[in-house]
């Protein structure tokens, strides 16, 4: 349950940061994740109308980037540039619609850096002093024993240093009323509550804190203004990337217009940080603090945390190439088949687990059959029967009403579910419209009506083509490629990056007589073995697709055998000839769940667009075998007469894979 909303003053313009990255290593999915999340925010922010900043970018300096790159046999420098070129390179691998990225070794932030601190500094809030404490290098933070799990620190699994030294100390502990009553005035300052919660309850018990190193012991860092002895603690320096981003300290009318920042989107591991250091530097410095922390969780791998160690950790390059090489689909698709899964799967604040069979289920389930498809069945009508036109709507009748009720509610709901954090229930509810849609189309058959009425036709595919484009303009912000894609199919002359939720509010906003531009399939299913979610396609063969019947005499065969075979309700999807042949054609089929590709040899009792829509009869559990080039996968049952065939169906509206009984 979310009981928080995001908390949004200014109505004209919406700036977000994501954490920046420490380089020490290569993005995995767990950036992935955070970015995506950042990326749709600001994406549906520019839905709404609002002008937006989006800020993401890298952390190079400190202990940890240091010792790595000493540890790799390589100058600090070079380092941090290769890493960082990899973290810049995931802003165009994801689509992220970056407004700016920002590096902590660039000069622009370390003059907002020496402004901050001589501004904490004028407030009197550092001083020095010698002491002895445990800091870990994993963390870029002092720890106490108390942290420790073993003698080690139990997120990193290594022993802190000693660090024995003289170094500058901010006075975090004065501002422990102020930070109170932020909190107590802001109930909503940290998100979901029971983040905040845990900062709540932290306040109390805040000490001053360290914020530099000696420069005999880190030189890696931005020196102290006006004492070069010392370099700035890691975290003071790049919680400043916020501000520097945006101007401070440099271009004061580009950091009054973005600052305070709406939202700065972080793991929970660092939430201390930015929740209770953060807001105090900024105070103590006579700045305001964020609107609002948003906390996101983990994300584990087949049920395991991530590790180099478990040799699981992620690329999500090289999911979308394996995605790629199943499906046959773009690999910028299969970006937004990424993008879509973990925010899909995952509630906004709770830990979430990545597996790939769950990514080829949404793939297939949901892209492939409810969005991928309805464009896919409803397009090449257009094309087959009305010369590639939008027909003009005519009166409502049968379900039309209903379906636009459904689109409206649908689109003046993501709002909310956005405000809450909701994206999953978002993904849902957009997800009812398309679920609506396909049961439309399915009960209008306006395959069927073209031949009676070509009117009534015309107006379902009109309606059914408004819930398309209505369910792209809301799936924009997590499938950014795939969308523009559809839109373009859908021949619509305005841009989709033109269009706004005002526009997916409206019912009939696709013109009349639109040329669509029929294409393959945007989302191609992967063929999977029953029961098994797996990339690998199905290479075995089944016979030619429609049974003999007649008046032969078969032997007869037990109840046990007869229960053998599986024979399900399919619909047709989709219908071609197969080349060089007089009577195949190639039928993709629904039986439920998963798509199978048929050769069946109706030709001439029936044309392919005559099957597209068909609710038939098919023995699913037929051995593949291949036919004139196609892997066929079943049978497709039929009667057969005298020359004539008719396919089997059922006499009621059956769900698509009920069990033949």
Known sequence: MFLFEVRIVDTKRYYITTAIDYVNASPHIGHAYEKIIADVLARVHRLRGFEVHFLTGTDEHGQKNATTAAAAGKAVKAFVDENAAKFRDLVGLLNLSIDDFIRTTEPRHARGVETIWRRVRAAGDFYKKNYQALYCVGHEAFVTKSDLVNGKCPAHDAEPIVIEEENYFFRLSKYRSQLRRLFEERRDFVVPASRYGEMLNLIDTLEDISVSRPVEKLSW?????????????????????????????????????????????????????????????????????????????????????????????????????????????????????????????????????????????????????????????????????????????????????????????????????????????????????????????????????????????????????????????????????????????????????????????????????????????????????????????????????????????????????????????????????????????????????????????????????????KRIIVLANLEPRRVRGVTSQGMLLAAEWEGEVALLTVEKYAPKGAKIT
Request: a negative charge.
């Open 221 to 613: 860092g931005i020196p102290v203004p006006d004492d070069p002895t010392h370099v700035i603690y890691v975290w003071f320096d790049a919680l400043t990337n916020y501000i520097s981003a945006v101007g401070f300290g440099q271009d004061e009318a580009k950091f009054e217009r973005w600052w305070p920042a709406s939202h700065h989107l972080i793991g929970k591991d660092i939430n201390r940080f930015h929740s209770l250091l953060w807001p105090a530097m900024l105070i103590s410095a006579g700045l305001t603090p964020p609107r609002q922390v948003l906390v996101h969780g983990f994300i584990t791998v087949e049920g395991q945390k991530i590790s180099k160690t478990l040799g699981n950790v992620i690329d999500p390059g090289a999911v979308a190439r394996e995605l790629a090489a199943a499906s046959g689909a773009a690999f910028e698709v299969c970006i937004d088949a990424l993008r879509y899964f973990l925010l899909r799967e995952i509630p906004f604040g709770e830990d979430g687990d990545f597996s790939r069979s769950g990514l080829v289920h949404r793939f297939n389930a949901d892209l492939a059959n409810d969005y991928g498809n309805l464009l896919n069945r409803t397009v090449p009508q257009l094309e087959r029967h009305f010369d590639r036109q939008v027909p003009a709507r005519g009166s409502e009748a049968g379900k039309d009403a209903a379906l636009r009720q459904t689109a409206v509610e649908v689109a003046s709901s993501i709002e909310r579910f956005i405000d809450r954090l909701d994206f999953k229930g978002a993904l849902e509810e957009i997800w009812r419209l398309l679920g609506t849609a396909n049961k439309y189309i399915d009960e209008e058959a306006p395959w069927q009506a073209v031949r009676t009425d070509r009117a009534r036709a015309g107006t379902v595919l009109y309606n059914t083509l408004e819930a398309v484009r209505i369910a792209t303009i809301l799936l924009s912000p997590w499938l950014p490629t795939a969308t523009a894609r559809v839109w373009e199919q859908l021949g619509i002359a305005a841009s989709l990056e033109t269009q706004r939720l005002d526009d997916a509010r409206r019912w009939g906003g696709l013109p009349a007589g639109t040329r669509v531009s029929p294409g393959a399939p945007i989302f191609p299913r992967i063929e999977t073995k029953v029961g098994v979610a797996s990339g690998r396609e199905r290479t075995a063969a089944a016979p030619d697709a429609t049974s003999t019947g007649g008046s032969q005499t078969v032997s007869t065969i037990s109840i046990d055998e007869f229960r053998k075979l599986d024979i399900r309700v399919g619909e047709v999807l989709s219908a071609t000839r197969v080349p060089g042949t007089e009577k195949l054609i190639e039928v993709k089929v629904d039986i439920g769940g998963e798509v199978r590709t048929l050769a069946t040899g109706l030709v001439p009792q029936y044309q392919p667009e005559e099957l597209i829509g």
